[in-house]
């Protein structure tokens, strides 16, 4: 990760939805292990302001699972999303398993939190080029030998929203004038998500839908369906990105094709140059 990434994820994660979601999720570990907040909510706790052995085995539990579903080394936003989830999970149990009054307001403060802090849009830098109607198509039709990596999406979808940065990056990092990113907003088109088979509903486990056009047709898409059309889950990661779709062998031979094509043009100029020269000789 370069230091702009750095950078913009630190600046991401300032902002006031990851702070609270940050003082959620060790909000028990901090009323039930320091002083004077264990004698005032946990007044039972007295003389000492320990976990038990059943709270110690939830946090080691949750532990355990956080390691699991990070296995496969997910970007940092995805690892911090994850993480806050499940610790707010943990932090529920922690508190119903203590008092049922305590569950109900950290689950109203949660909900207060989701309310007034939502996750911030991305606004980072990109390399994406914004389609509207049959402008992608158009686009695939003039210029056909161009690779393009589109992302069909909807403004409404939540994971639309969490895997804007993780695209942004991608554009920045492997886009060329052969191999482009676009972007194409299906949630308002019924007749373009039905021509690229998109379930747009409120439910649907297709957005957003990644589709890879080679040569003016699509070669790979994620997710897919199974053979009895059930969407397949696919966790849009930047790793995951990476190895499903072949991006660095894709980006090496878009790049090989256009410094090939780049030679062939400074060749014929060359040509034409050295032609123009014999023909003033003469």
Not at 123 to 146: A, D, H, S, V, W
Not at 214 to 240: A, C, E, H, L
Request: with cysteine; proline share 5%.
């Amino acid at each position: 990760m370069n230091l702009r990434n750095r950078l913009q994820y630190m600046k991401r994660l300032c902002t006031a939805h990851f702070v609270t979601n940050a003082v959620l999720s060790v909000l028990f570990l901090v009323l039930r292990t320091i002083r004077p907040f264990c004698t005032i909510v946990f007044p039972r706790a007295e003389p000492e302001c320990n976990l038990e052995w059943r709270e110690s085995n939830i946090l080691m539990f949750l532990i355990c699972v956080v390691v699991i579903k990070n296995r496969k080394f997910p970007d940092v936003m995805q690892f911090v999303k994850i993480l806050f989830s499940l610790s707010k999970v943990a932090n529920f149990l922690l508190f119903f398993y203590s008092d049922l009054r305590l569950a109900i307001v950290y689950s109203v403060l949660c909900l207060l939190v989701v309310l007034i802090f939502p996750e911030p849009a991305f606004k980072g830098p990109e390399n994406i080029t914004y389609f509207k109607g049959e402008q992608f198509f158009e686009e695939l039709e003039n210029n056909p030998r161009t690779t393009w990596m589109l992302e069909c999406y909807a403004a409404w979808s939540p994971t639309c929203q969490r895997f804007a940065s993780v695209f942004a990056d991608l554009s920045l990092n492997y886009s060329h004038n052969h191999f482009k990113f676009g972007k194409l907003d299906v949630g308002t088109n019924d007749k373009l998500a039905k021509r690229l088979g998109i379930n747009t509903s409120g439910t649907s486990l297709e957005l957003p839908t990644l589709i890879l056009f080679q040569n003016g047709k699509p070669v790979i898409r994620r997710p897919v369906k199974n053979n009895k059309g059930k969407v397949m889950p696919f966790q849009f990661t930047m790793g995951n990105m990476i190895r499903d779709f072949d991006m660095n062998v894709i980006y090496e031979e878009t790049k090989s094709k256009a410094q090939k094509k780049q030679e062939k043009k400074a060749e014929a100029l060359g040509n034409n140059e050295n032609a123009e020269e014999e023909k003033k000789d003469k």
